[in-house]
């Protein structure tokens, strides 16, 4: 990874993910892509930035030859809550997109990470320990669009040589910059009810459980999957990875350890308990450990503290 253009560079993962590149391949190396509704602001504006459109592919080609850019990570897409009001819109983002960002990669030779999502996965998957390899059958249109990704990734590698490569991201948890219509949005949104003293009101029933992982180690994933050896990979669109499973109760008792006083009730979701309840328990993530050596962080405890205390100095800097 030489220039590396980051599509959706303002959003839940790019926002921060951007500036990680950036420290480990040099500021210069990574342009933030970006779409005119959504600009790069602070942090984000110390390196070069373009609009990086994936519905207009002309956009997308514009930077690649700019920046002689090799990889792309594109992480433009609708979240699951959303795509099920917006159908058309998450299609046209995650597919036409795709279609859009791979057909360049292809004529520039660039290396593409498209991320999957629990959300590809369905009711009738096996739950607990889902395999690598098994049945995908989701019924939500964040699914479709997430297995369509795997397959068409595979499919020019396959057919043209891309080097595509991908993660099946659980919920992820961050201190920066929300996530904003997924199923996963409340594990985010507890801590922030947490730190500022309020009651949450939980949509997802005690008892769900999804997996989720701490924002360090979603950026470790896409980074060291980019790194990691060709030769190893029997797989490539898209790898399980795993490193915590809870429920609601679960990180309201790992939140309430160190805020005792903290309360949370059930006010129930319909929407987004039936995408939950499709949805793994915890993923078998054996081979992502065995074919780019894949290895967590964060649990649920060491996460919690870190969240709490990065929320802790945002608030006391009145930052959110
Ligand atoms: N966080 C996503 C969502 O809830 C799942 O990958 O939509």
């Given at each position: 990874?030489?220039?590396i253009?980051?599509?959706?560079?303002?959003?839940q993962?790019?926002s921060?993910?951007?500036?990680?590149l950036?420290?480990?391949?040099?500021?210069?190396?990574?342009?933030?892509?970006y779409i005119?509704s959504?600009?790069?602001q602070g942090?984000l504006?110390?390196?070069?930035?373009?609009?990086?459109?994936?519905?207009?592919?002309?956009?997308?080609?514009?930077?690649?030859?700019?920046?002689?850019?090799?990889?792309?990570?594109?992480?433009?897409?609708?979240?699951?809550?959303?795509?099920?009001?917006?159908?058309?819109?998450?299609?046209?983002?995650g597919?036409?997109?795709?279609w859009?960002?791979?057909?360049?990669?292809r004529?520039y030779?660039?290396?593409v990470?498209?991320?999957?999502?629990i959300?590809?996965?369905g009711?009738e998957?096996?739950?607990?320990?889902t395999?690598?390899d098994?049945?995908?059958r989701?019924r939500?249109?964040?699914?479709v669009?997430k297995?369509?990704?795997?397959l068409?990734?595979?499919?020019?590698?396959?057919?043209y040589?891309?080097?595509?490569?991908a993660?099946r991201f659980p919920?992820?948890?961050?201190?920066?910059?929300?996530?904003?219509?997924?199923?996963?949005?409340?594990?985010?949104?507890?801590?922030?009810?947490?730190v500022?003293?309020?009651?949450?009101?939980c949509?997802?029933?005690?008892g769900?459980?999804?997996?989720?992982?701490y924002?360090?180690?979603a950026?470790?994933a896409?980074?060291?999957?980019?790194e990691?050896?060709?030769?190893?990979?029997?797989?490539?669109?898209?790898f399980?990875i795993a490193?915590?499973s809870?429920?609601?109760?679960?990180?309201?008792?790992?939140i309430?350890?160190?805020?005792?006083?903290f309360?949370m009730?059930?006010?129930v979701?319909?929407l987004k308990?039936?995408?939950?309840?499709?949805w793994?328990d915890?993923?078998?993530?054996?081979?992502?450990?065995?074919e780019?050596d894949w290895?967590p962080?964060?649990?649920?405890?060491?996460m919690?503290?870190?969240?709490?205390?990065k929320l802790r100095v945002?608030?006391?800097?009145k930052v959110?």
């Amino acid at each position: 990874m030489k220039n590396i253009l980051v599509i959706g560079s303002t959003g839940q993962i790019g926002s921060e993910l951007t500036l990680e590149l950036r420290k480990r391949y040099g500021v210069e190396h990574v342009v933030a892509g970006y779409i005119p509704s959504a600009m790069p602001q602070g942090e984000l504006q110390a390196g070069p930035s373009a609009i990086a459109d994936v519905t207009d592919r002309q956009s997308i080609e514009v930077v690649a030859r700019q920046f002689k850019i090799d990889t792309i990570y594109n992480l433009a897409a609708l979240l699951s809550v959303v795509a099920e009001s917006r159908p058309a819109m998450a299609w046209k983002v995650g597919i036409d997109g795709l279609w859009n960002v791979l057909e360049v990669a292809r004529e520039y030779g660039c290396a593409v990470f498209t991320p999957s999502s629990i959300g590809s996965f369905g009711m009738e998957t096996p739950h607990v320990k889902t395999p690598q390899d098994t049945i995908q059958r989701p019924r939500t249109m964040y699914g479709v669009t997430k297995v369509t990704t795997e397959l068409l990734s595979d499919y020019y590698f396959v057919k043209y040589g891309v080097d595509t490569r991908a993660v099946r991201f659980p919920g992820i948890i961050s201190n920066v910059t929300h996530p904003g219509g997924g199923t996963t949005d409340y594990a985010v949104e507890i801590f922030y009810a947490a730190v500022k003293g309020e009651k949450f009101v939980c949509p997802i029933k005690a008892g769900t459980y999804m997996d989720m992982m701490y924002m360090p180690d979603a950026m470790h994933a896409a980074i060291s999957l980019m790194e990691a050896d060709p030769k190893r990979l029997v797989h490539r669109n898209a790898f399980n990875i795993a490193s915590m499973s809870f429920d609601p109760e679960g990180v309201y008792q790992a939140i309430k350890k160190h805020l005792p006083e903290f309360e949370m009730t059930y006010e129930v979701d319909p929407l987004k308990q039936a995408i939950a309840d499709s949805w793994p328990d915890c993923l078998d993530d054996s081979c992502a450990r065995r074919e780019w050596d894949w290895m967590p962080r964060y649990d649920l405890e060491s996460m919690t503290v870190d969240m709490l205390e990065k929320l802790r100095v945002k608030l006391q800097k009145k930052v959110m």
